[in-house]
């Protein structure tokens, strides 16, 4: 049974003063909290074994609201470390990951198909896939600028197709735990680096978009999603 690592231990300072008292995980949308629609999302595609990587800060808070995760219908494990990094937190938890794993940033939401990306994984032989969403508006106005200074392209927010965007879920093969060291980030260190040795690093294509929850704007446009009785996960893939 594949597992789900959540890289949950960030600080969240860009929510601060909020995330001092309360994780980006538990943070409430809706009538729900954030790790619960991460959850629900990862169960419909058959991932019920959780592992969530935290640090000493949030893991009282969470394993609280979490337990051993029997009423949401999953097992959670805890894996608890200083702030080391993404890859870090990773390599502190090799010892409950298994051959194969899905590596989830605790402060996304997405309806992207994982059980689609989980086979294009498979079927390219893949060390690393990221899911990258070719749908996401960039939040600033891109130019073109001629030699002389004269600008012959501009567009405010635009969406740049070409240049898709990593939306913080990745399937990694075990072998990637080998390079994820104490104070190392997966997407600045790890990734670079299994391209550079010729792994095969895969990004998986979609037009759903993700909501990365780090900030107070986007957490402001998901709640008023919820609001407006949009559904972020729906029931059917």
């Not at 995980?25 to 058959?46: A, C, F, Q, S």
């Not at 690393?128 to 749908?135: E, R």
């Given at each position: 049974m594949m597992k789900a690592a959540i890289l949950a231990g960030g600080a969240g300072t860009r929510l601060y003063p909020i995330t001092t008292y309360v994780p980006k995980?538990?943070?409430?949308?809706?009538?729900?909290?954030?790790?619960?629609?991460?959850?629900?999302?990862?169960?419909?595609?058959?991932i019920t074994e959780l592992v969530m990587l935290l640090s000493e800060s949030e893991f009282e808070l969470v394993r609280n609201h979490l337990g051993e995760g029997t009423r949401y219908g999953v097992s959670v494990e805890y894996s608890v470390a200083e702030r080391i990094g993404t890859a870090g937190a990773l390599g502190a938890a090799a010892d409950v990951l298994g051959d194969r794993f899905v590596a989830y940033y605790g402060d996304v939401l997405t309806d992207m198909n994982l059980s689609e990306m989980?086979?294009?994984?498979?079927?390219?032989?893949?060390?690393?896939?990221?899911?990258?969403?070719?749908?996401?508006?960039?939040?600033?106005?891109?130019?073109?600028?001629?030699?002389d200074g004269k600008l012959t392209y501009f567009e405010e927010k635009p969406v740049l197709r070409e240049y898709p965007m990593s939306m913080g879920i990745h399937l990694l093969e075990r072998e990637v735990l080998g390079y994820c060291r104490p104070k190392t980030d997966l997407a600045q260190d790890v990734i670079p680096r299994l391209m550079q040795d010729g792994k095969g690093v895969y990004a998986y294509l979609t037009a759903k978009r993700h909501y990365d929850i780090g900030t107070f704007k986007a957490l402001e446009e998901v709640r008023g999603l919820i609001g407006q009785n949009k559904q972020l996960f729906p029931t059917d893939l």
């Open positions: 995980t538990l943070l409430p949308l809706g009538n729900r909290y954030v790790i619960e629609y991460v959850i629900d999302y990862l169960k419909r595609h058959g989980i086979n294009f994984h498979v079927k390219r032989k893949a060390t690393c896939t990221i899911a990258m969403s070719t749908s996401v508006p960039i939040d600033y106005g891109v130019g073109r600028v001629d030699g």
